[in-house]
């Protein structure tokens, strides 16, 4: 909650917010409603975006909560109960920036549940004590607040020193991250990175530091031909191009490979990603499955809303098709990645086609938790191909 006391309220608008969060609570995804607001009212003024923008998101993120300390659904009350009752605005005042027509509720005791509590879903709630145990409390915290902008220094063009210095130009601070060996945490607030020479020239990509631990799992060899059998957009296949390997991506989306083929001309990794039509053997091969996606719900607000518990039980069967695909193509290394928090699609997933496979032998098993370890949630296991026995 700390977070929402320094956000300049005083500046908020409410007849530019409560729209927009009222189509939110409809089921309009937050960050594109944000994104048009924005548009809408080109003529607001720093603190004026930043207030409005919170006020959408906190809305979005904390809307149970809300509803739980407020008593009503009404945009009006829950923002009023957001700038008092979370953000601390004096209750007069949170009335007045809220447009609510009087003050809401007060609640007389602390929210019993993890649901009300931490805002979720009451599947999600069920799922993550099932999960975690005695750390979903610290994980519902975590996810509370918004994860860090990471950037990835490109080993192409630059050091993460050379990086760091050539952002510090341009008014952006950074720090190195603690673990990946080419990440930088962004310190100044709202920086324009899409607007820095950095970025035209190709010496970043923003990627969270947990999504850069597990491309270096791979460990190619210079030169080594690397499968990216879910390449998306290609954050991965950037990172392996990189780290020097040759890169075969593939997807079947073939909308966001065209996004990977311009991300690897800026990145001057052309040469090294190849697109193809179809998976192909390759010494490596990294299958980051499609999945239900629980280990990054703090890069959006509305997230947890937005889920279908039902998906979580069809992904099994398809990242299962895509081990399977995987296992023959790989001459020595083949990585299963996630970033969920689910054992129906890390470890059972994992272990059941391992007990098929005793060609493979596992390596590492590997985690992230943003409590435990400040990035997005991610899940790897490593297998390398077993050496034949000599007759």
Same mark, same amino acid.
């Given at each position: 909650?700390?977070?929402?006391?320094?956000?300049?309220?005083d500046?908020?608008?409410?007849?530019?917010a409560?729209?927009?969060?009222?189509?939110?609570?409809?089921?309009?995804?937050a960050?594109?409603?944000?994104?048009?607001?924005?548009?809408?009212?080109?003529g607001?003024?720093?603190?004026?975006?930043?207030?409005?923008?919170?006020?959408? @998101?906190?809305?979005?993120?904390?809307?149970?909560?809300?509803?739980?300390?407020?008593?009503?659904?009404?945009?009006?009350m829950?923002?009023?109960?957001?700038?008092?009752d979370?953000?601390?605005?004096?209750?007069?005042?949170?009335?007045a920036?809220?447009?609510?027509?009087?003050?809401?509720?007060?609640?007389?005791?602390?929210?019993?549940?993890l649901?009300?509590?931490?805002?979720?879903?009451d599947?999600?709630?069920q799922?993550?004590?099932? &999960?975690?145990?005695?750390?979903?409390?610290? @994980?519902?915290?975590a996810?509370?607040?918004?994860?860090?902008?990471?950037?990835?220094?490109?080993?192409l063009?630059?050091?993460?020193?050379?990086?760091?210095?050539?952002l510090?130009?341009?008014?952006?601070?950074?720090?190195p991250?603690?673990?990946?060996p080419?990440?930088?945490?962004?310190?100044?607030?709202?920086?324009?990175l899409?607007?820095?020479?950095?970025w035209?020239?190709?010496?970043?990509?923003?990627?969270?530091?947990g999504?850069?631990?597990?491309g270096?799992?791979?460990?190619?060899a210079r030169? &080594?031909?690397?499968?990216?059998?879910?390449?998306?957009?290609? *954050?991965?296949?950037?990172?392996?191009?990189a780290? *020097?390997?040759?890169?075969?991506?593939?997807?079947? !989306?073939?909308?966001?490979?065209?996004?990977?083929?311009?991300?690897a001309?800026r990145?001057r990794? &052309?040469?090294a990603?190849?697109?193809?039509?179809?998976?192909?053997?390759?010494?490596?091969?990294?299958?980051?499955?499609?999945?239900?996606?629980?280990?990054?719900?703090?890069?959006?607000?509305?997230?947890?809303?937005?889920?279908d518990?039902?998906?979580?039980?069809?992904?099994?069967?398809?990242?299962?098709?895509?081990?399977?695909?995987?296992?023959?193509?790989?001459?020595?290394?083949?990585?299963?990645?996630?970033?969920?928090?689910?054992?129906?699609?890390?470890?059972?997933?994992? !272990?059941? @086609?391992?007990?098929?496979?005793?060609e493979?032998?596992?390596?590492?098993?590997?985690?992230?938790?943003?409590h435990?370890?400040?990035?997005?949630?991610?899940?790897?296991v490593?297998?390398?191909?077993?050496?034949r026995?000599v007759a």
């Amino acid at each position: 909650m700390e977070r929402l006391r320094q956000i300049p309220w005083d500046a908020l608008r409410a007849e530019v917010a409560l729209p927009a969060i009222a189509s939110i609570l409809r089921g309009t995804p937050a960050e594109r409603e944000v994104e048009r607001t924005l548009r809408a009212h080109r003529g607001l003024c720093r603190e004026e975006r930043r207030a409005a923008v919170e006020a959408m @998101f906190g809305v979005a993120l904390w809307r149970r909560r809300l509803r739980w300390e407020a008593g009503s659904d009404a945009p009006p009350m829950l923002l009023a109960s957001l700038l008092r009752d979370l953000a601390g605005v004096e209750e007069s005042r949170a009335v007045a920036l809220s447009g609510a027509p009087l003050a809401p509720r007060r609640a007389t005791a602390p929210p019993p549940t993890l649901a009300d509590r931490w805002s979720l879903p009451d599947w999600l709630e069920q799922h993550l004590l099932s &999960e975690l145990g005695s750390e979903a409390e610290a @994980f519902c915290a975590a996810i509370a607040v918004p994860g860090p902008v990471c950037l990835r220094a490109n080993r192409l063009v630059c050091t993460r020193e050379q990086l760091a210095a050539a952002l510090d130009a341009e008014g952006i601070q950074t720090r190195p991250a603690s673990r990946a060996p080419d990440a930088l945490v962004v310190d100044t607030p709202q920086a324009n990175l899409f607007g820095s020479q950095a970025w035209r020239d190709g010496w970043f990509e923003p990627q969270d530091e947990g999504s850069q631990l597990l491309g270096l799992l791979v460990e190619p060899a210079r030169g &080594e031909t690397v499968l990216d059998l879910c390449a998306g957009a290609g *954050g991965k296949s950037l990172l392996l191009a990189a780290q *020097g390997a040759r890169v075969l991506a593939f997807d079947p !989306d073939v909308e966001r490979l065209g996004r990977l083929r311009a991300r690897a001309r800026r990145a001057r990794a &052309e040469n090294a990603i190849e697109i193809v039509d179809g998976p192909r053997a390759a010494g490596c091969v990294l299958v980051d499955a499609p999945c239900s996606e629980l280990g990054t719900l703090r890069r959006g607000p509305d997230a947890r809303w937005r889920i279908d518990p039902r998906t979580l039980r069809e992904f099994p069967e398809l990242q299962r098709e895509l081990l399977e695909t995987a296992a023959p193509l790989a001459s020595r290394r083949l990585v299963y990645a996630t970033c969920t928090v689910h054992r129906a699609e890390n470890e059972d997933l994992a !272990d059941g @086609f391992e007990r098929d496979h005793r060609e493979l032998r596992r390596v590492a098993t590997w985690q992230t938790l943003p409590h435990r370890d400040g990035t997005d949630g991610f899940f790897a296991v490593v297998w390398d191909r077993a050496p034949r026995s000599v007759a």
